[in-house]
C-alpha cells in the first residue's frame, strides 16, 4: 500500500485562523505559547518558562553537570522568544474563558 507524505503546510490553517479573527458578534479566546524574551519576566514567572537543559561533563569529577536556563527560540517574525510551560497558558484560558462566561 502506497503511503502519502503527511502535509505539514500551516497556510490554510493560517488563513482559517486569520477568518475566524474578522468574525463578530462571537467572543474569542486567545493564546500565547511564547512570550518576547525582553518581556518574559515583567509578566512570567521564571517557573512558567519552558526550561532547557544544558548538559557538560567535569573531567575533574566525572560528573555531569547540568544547566537550566529558559528554552529560547525564534518565533514567526525572529524575535527571540520563550516557550511557556503548559500550566501557564491553561492560566490564560481560564481567566479568559471566565471573562466571556460572565459578560
Given at each position: 500500500m502506497l503511503k502519502?507524505?503527511?502535509n505539514y503546510t500551516l497556510h490554510p490553517q493560517i488563513e482559517l485562523i486569520k477568518k475566524?479573527?474578522?468574525l463578530?458578534?462571537?467572543p474569542k479566546v486567545l493564546l500565547r505559547n511564547h512570550?518576547?524574551?525582553l518581556e518574559a519576566l515583567k509578566y512570567y514567572d521564571d517557573y512558567e518558562l519552558t526550561p532547557e537543559y544544558?548538559?557538560?561533563q567535569d573531567k575533574k569529577s566525572d560528573k555531569v553537570l547540568?544547566?537550566?536556563k529558559p528554552w529560547t527560540v525564534p518565533d514567526?517574525?525572529?524575535i527571540t522568544s520563550h516557550s511557556l510551560l503548559a500550566p501557564a497558558v491553561v492560566?490564560?484560558?481560564?481567566?479568559?474563558l471566565a471573562e466571556v462566561l460572565y459578560n
Open positions: 502519502s507524505k503527511p475566524a479573527l474578522t463578530h458578534g462571537m512570550v518576547p524574551a544544558v548538559l557538560t547540568v544547566e537550566e514567526d517574525n525572529g492560566v490564560t484560558l481560564l481567566k479568559q
